[in-house]
């Protein structure tokens, strides 16, 4: 039995939005369609504020990240297609506050 703060720091919570949210801006990158800035901290941010745009899919286990179910996966499109919504409002609220 792990104590808390072990259980905590184990970190096989998994917030698969990040990972939708990465995917949908890197095929927005390759599209090539909009100049914005693409350095480290303003993609840090353009993801930031996607994230806050779109709710949160956790995971704790590996066997359903790995396996998933249909619903699941239905679940996990659907996160793709709002983050892909979300990422030019981002992009044009990024640029008006710019931190690098
Ligand atoms: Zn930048």
Redesign the pocket.
């Known amino acids: 039995m792990l104590t808390f703060n072990e259980f905590f720091k184990s970190g096989d919570i998994v917030n698969l939005s990040e990972q939708a949210v990465y995917d949908e801006i890197k095929a927005f990158i390759d599209l090539q369609e909009v100049e914005?800035?693409?350095?480290?901290?303003?993609?840090f941010?353009i993801a930031c504020v996607v994230l806050n745009a779109i709710p949160s899919l956790y995971s704790s286990s590996v066997v359903d990240r790995n396996y998933p179910s249909a619903d699941f996966s239905v679940e996990y499109e659907h996160l793709r297609k709002l983050a892909k919504e979300e990422i030019p409002g981002a992009i044009a609220r990024?640029k008006t506050r710019?931190?690098?």
């Open positions: 914005f800035c693409q350095c480290d901290k303003c993609l941010d990024v710019l931190h690098h």
